[in-house]
């Protein structure tokens, strides 16, 4: 049998069980979750964006500057929200902020599926249903912001340009953060992107669910036994630690 190296982990040998089944290291199904919580958390966390543009009551900071350049340049926001990732990732460069694969895949993954969602939710018709699909969007962000985090494969572009900030100036996060996100607005706002009481309400909301949910999909670092996930024959079919 041949060894299997996943990313971020070491290579193993298949095992067999004295019983019969196949083994599987406690570290690649360690790795096999963390992967699945960054890109389940991306994709929420991109389908989150476009309910908040569906709702039409104003939008998360860097969502007013994505559809401001979006009405701009006539590109969709998805597309737009990838040409900023991957500029943000640029200025990483001068502050020596290092990337991570959630980085990367942040750049791509919450743009598609932006786009994705924005193509099959049609705008909201009637208070109810935007206030809905507001409150929705919020706390589906905070659900993606902590699966994609407690993942721990790397921050943002948008998260590391602030800590990377923080950590060439010596100002706080909460300054560095609040100075980005003033500057983001207000240059979304003048462009045309939507700024209103969805606004205010994710700002306010948003830490504490993120801070809820980061707690919730934790992922503690572990030198995991193998486990059987499969036996020889159903009956055999067995999962142990």
């Not at 401001?68 to 900023?84: D, N, P």
């Not at 572990?222 to 079919?237: E, K, L, N, W, Y």
């Amino acid at each position: 049998m041949v060894a299997r190296c996943g990313i971020a982990t070491e290579c193993h040998e298949p095992v067999h069980h004295p019983r019969g089944g196949v083994i599987v290291s406690g570290k690649s199904a360690h790795l096999t979750r963390r992967l699945s919580q960054l890109y389940v958390g991306l994709t929420l966390y991109g389908v989150s964006a476009a309910l908040l543009v569906r709702a039409g009551l104003g939008l998360e900071p860097w969502g007013v500057l994505h559809q401001g350049l979006a009405e701009r340049t006539g590109l969709t926001m998805g597309v737009v929200s990838i040409i900023v990732g991957a500029v943000v990732l640029l200025l990483w460069v001068p502050i020596r902020q290092r990337p991570g694969l959630g980085t990367v895949s942040n750049v791509f993954v919450v743009g598609l599926a932006m786009d994705g969602t924005l193509t099959l939710v049609p705008d909201a018709d009637g208070l109810p249903l935007r206030i809905t699909l507001l409150i929705a969007g919020i706390v589906l962000n905070g659900v993606a912001t902590g699966l994609y985090i407690a993942a721990r494969f790397g921050p943002g572009p948008r998260d590391g340009l602030m800590t990377g900030l923080h950590r060439l100036t010596g100002r706080s996060i909460r300054l560095v953060r609040t100075a980005i996100e003033v500057a983001v607005v207000a240059t979304g706002f003048v462009l045309g992107g939507s700024v209103g009481i969805g606004t205010v309400a994710y700002a306010l909301a948003i830490g504490p669910l993120a801070q809820l949910f980061l707690r919730v999909f934790a992922i503690s670092d572990q030198d995991a036994s193998s486990t059987v996930v499969a036996g020889s024959t159903p009956g055999r079919a067995i999962l142990r630690k």
